[in-house]
T-cell receptor, first 114, second 116 residues
Framework: DAKTTQPNSMESNEEEPVHLPCNHS???????IHWYRQLPSQGPEYVIH???SNVNNRMASLAIAEDRKSSTLILHRATLRDAAVYYC???????????????FGKGTRLSVIA | GAVVSQHPSWVICKSGTSVKIECRSL??????MFWYRQFPKQSLMLMAT???????TYEQGVEKDKFLINHASLTLSTLTVTSAHPEDSSFYIC???WGGGSNEQFFGPGTRLTVL
């Protein structure tokens, strides 16, 4: 799997938007961009994923650069419950890719200040 | 969304004993499950892939005789840490992929193992 680069940590004020960047310059054409987050002492949870177009769901938005070499996870209004480690992961798509494991990098630790 | 459970959520054991951790997919079937280990302040490290009806696939550096994996059914995988030692103390997390063409994976809540 291609590598991703994320800042080690970020800080946000509560109720403000947060933009979490991820660089993936070696992404291949069939790689999906996945975001998971891990709250303290819990297993990771799925946030969002996309291939080329920007994606929105109830948790967040994913903005993907036109060249796909970077992406940004957007939390529209950070709450204290959003404090977690956010992982940007590339995963090859197609075929039986659902049965392949996720490979985690170091992620970005997001702190939310009240 | 789909739910993956783990049992126990935490366990403390003496050095030299064996500990079994269960991972269950509660409302979907999973022919494949994954086991991860996470040390404090570190990321998740993949240990092995558990396959229903066949042997598990271990990552390089993970001792298959120490970390026994059994995928007994389409909803249950177990990880047994044999002859546990203090360095095995860690947070163990399992995951299962959701079928139906989705790439989403569901993770269990984790099991914290402390070996005294």
């Amino acid at each position: 799997d291609a590598k991703t680069t994320q800042p080690n940590s970020m800080e946000s004020n509560e109720e403000e938007p947060v933009h979490l960047p991820c660089n993936h310059s070696t992404i291949s054409g069939t790689d999906y961009i996945h975001w998971y987050r891990q709250l303290p002492s819990q297993g990771p949870e799925y946030v969002i994923h996309g291939l080329t177009s920007n994606v929105n769901n109830r948790m967040a938005s994913l903005a993907i650069a036109e060249d796909r070499k970077s992406s940004t996870l957007i939390l529209h209004r950070a709450t204290l419950r959003d404090a977690a480690v956010y992982y940007c992961i590339l995963r090859r798509g197609g075929g039986n890719s659902g049965n392949t494991p996720l490979v985690f990098g170091k992620g970005t630790r997001l702190s939310v200040i009240a | 969304g789909a739910v993956v459970s783990q049992h126990p959520s935490w366990v403390i054991c003496k050095s030299g004993t064996s500990v079994k951790i269960e991972c269950r997919s509660l409302d979907f079937q999973a022919t494949t499950m994954f086991w991860y280990r996470q040390f404090p302040k570190q990321s998740l490290m993949l240990m092995a892939t558990s396959n229903e009806g066949s042997k598990a696939t271990y990552e390089q550096g993970v001792e298959k005789d120490k970390f026994l994996i059994n995928h007994a059914s389409l909803t249950l995988s177990t990880l047994t840490v044999t002859s546990a030692h203090p360095e095995d103390s860690s947070f163990y997390i399992c995951s299962a992929p959701w079928g139906g063409g989705s790439n989403e994976q569901f993770f269990g809540p984790g099991t914290r193992l402390t070996v005294l």
